[in-house]
């Protein structure tokens, strides 16, 4: 349980404070608003994510017997950690000021963006589904830990960021930011490396 404890909210953490169009919604939000619109806009993908884990966790666990087809898939996710771990290494700073500034409705606004966004259904498909149904196994409760963990993680780090930049955005420009963000990207590529060993064996058979 405590392994997918660790994994939950070492992806949430990386995926919480990595910059992308929801980063931005929380932060621009922020800057217009007040910091309750930005925590509001920090909750959307609950709204989103719930259909994309349901799909994704059915699709998966209609074809789990076929264990090549499960081992690309590993492969597939290792590739989008080697990629996200990739993205969060090379971070130097974050521009707040070229964010434009939009209007309230935060949780809309947030949800529609998170939706459109390309990396939530990647996530899910090959590595947050594969990582519920292996959970799974060891019963019911580890996988709620997982997803849990991911999302308290995920919120959490959005939150932060809210937070943080209704009081300065200094944080975001500065090494500590910087030095964490590195440190989740060497995260994601240690488990980029078991999802490439795990899908190996699965195609090996």
Same mark, same amino acid.
């Given at each position: ?6 994994? @939950? ?11 992308? !169009?929801?980063? &931005? ?8 608003? @007040? ?6 806009? &920090? ?7 719930? !259909? ?5 966790? +059915? ?51 947030? &949800? ?5 966004? !390309?990396? !939530? ?38 939150? #932060? ?9 200094? +944080? ?30 699965? #195609?090996?058979?």
């Amino acid at each position: 349980m405590l392994g997918y404890l660790l994994v @939950g909210v070492s992806l949430g953490l990386s995926s919480g404070f990595a910059p992308g !169009p929801l980063f &931005a919604m929380v932060i621009s939000q922020t800057m217009k608003y @007040g910091v309750k619109e930005g925590v509001k806009t &920090a909750f959307s993908p609950i709204i989103t994510d719930l !259909p994309i884990i349901i799909l994704s966790t +059915f699709f998966l666990s209609r074809i789990y017997e076929y264990k090549a087809v499960l081992g690309f898939i590993s492969i597939a996710g290792g590739l989008l950690l080697t990629y996200l771990a990739y993205e969060n290494m090379k971070i130097n700073q974050v521009n707040c000021g070229s964010i434009e500034q939009e209007n309230s409705n935060s949780v809309a606004k947030g &949800a529609v963006v998170n939706a459109l966004s !390309p990396h !939530p259904y990647l996530f899910w498909i090959t590595v947050g589904s594969p990582m519920i149904l292996d959970a799974y196994m060891q019963g019911l409760f580890y996988s709620l830990c997982f997803v849990s963990s991911f999302y308290v993680s995920l919120i959490g780090a959005k939150i #932060i960021i809210a937070v943080v930049v209704n009081r300065s955005r200094n +944080f975001l420009q500065g090494k500590t930011y910087i030095y964490l963000m590195k440190l989740l990207g060497l995260l994601l590529f240690v488990f980029a490396i078991v999802l490439f060993h795990d899908g190996w064996k699965l #195609i090996a058979g």
